[in-house]
């Protein structure tokens, strides 16, 4: 079993910056991807980051979502068990509970998807 920890999550002003972490731990061998996701008020859960291989010292593909495109950075390093988020500029419209998630293969090679429990980021004018 994988346990992801998130942190760093609060509230900011419009324009300013806030970074993520998430930390992993447990049965993992390899990972596939990490990404963050996020869940608007009133709506669904969407993909913000995501980062497959993520080889610190060279990583794979990285996908952001149209929104936040310039603004966010994802940074993946599996040697850390660690993915982290540097988010930029921020709006009103990045405000949500954001989510950690990791897949990979289990030491006993099951496959393995994780979600964190979430961190709440409010952005306000």
């Known amino acids: 079993q994988v346990q992801l920890v998130e942190s760093g999550g609060g509230w900011v002003q419009a324009g300013g910056s806030l970074t993520l972490s998430c930390v992993a731990s447990g049965n993992i061998d390899k990972y596939t991807s990490m990404g963050w996701y996020r869940r608007p008020p009133g709506k669904a859960r969407e993909a913000v980051a995501v980062?497959?291989?993520?080889?610190?010292?060279?990583?794979?593909?990285?996908d952001y979502a149209d929104s936040v495109k310039g603004r966010f950075t994802i940074s993946g390093d599996s040697a850390k068990d660690t993915v982290t988020l540097q988010m930029n500029t921020l709006t009103i419209e990045d405000t949500g509970i954001y989510y950690c998630?990791?897949?990979?293969?289990?030491?006993?090679?099951?496959?393995?998807?994780?979600w964190g429990a979430g961190t709440q980021v409010i952005v306000s004018p």
């Open positions: 998630n990791i897949q990979g293969t289990s030491t006993w090679g099951m496959h393995v998807d994780s």
């Open positions: 980062v497959t291989n993520p080889d610190i010292a060279s990583p794979g593909a990285v």
